[in-house]
């Protein structure tokens, strides 16, 4: 698999969620994400058990936190957000779509 390449349909609606590796008794889960203009609803924070290290492969967002904090990510930029962390997704690029390689673990 080529984490670049799109498939023939791009998702208009809902981001695209494809799980690359999951190891529950890990608590791990890699997926690749590709956004097509998608954000988070108004008043929306995820609050996530598990921390996450996201990597933005391709396109920009902007990244909010519930303490006002916010980030503009480029293709290249990555992050970490630990477990708990209220953040939301306030925008991200429709040309070219948002791919990212996001990382989930307990540890």
Request: aromatic content about 12%.
């Amino acid at each position: 698999m080529n984490l670049f390449q799109l498939p023939a349909q791009l998702p208009q609606q809902a981001e695209l969620h494809e799980t690359l590796l999951q190891q529950e008794g890990y608590g791990l889960l890699i997926e690749r994400i590709i956004s097509t203009g998608q954000a988070s609803p108004p008043g929306f924070w995820y609050d996530q058990a598990q921390n996450e290290w996201v990597l933005l492969l391709q396109g920009s967002a902007v990244l909010e936190w519930d303490n006002g904090r916010s980030m503009t990510l480029q293709h290249g930029d990555w992050l970490f957000i630990p477990a708990h962390a209220r953040h939301r997704v306030a925008w991200t690029s429709k040309e070219p779509p948002c791919i990212w390689l996001a990382i989930h673990f307990e540890r």
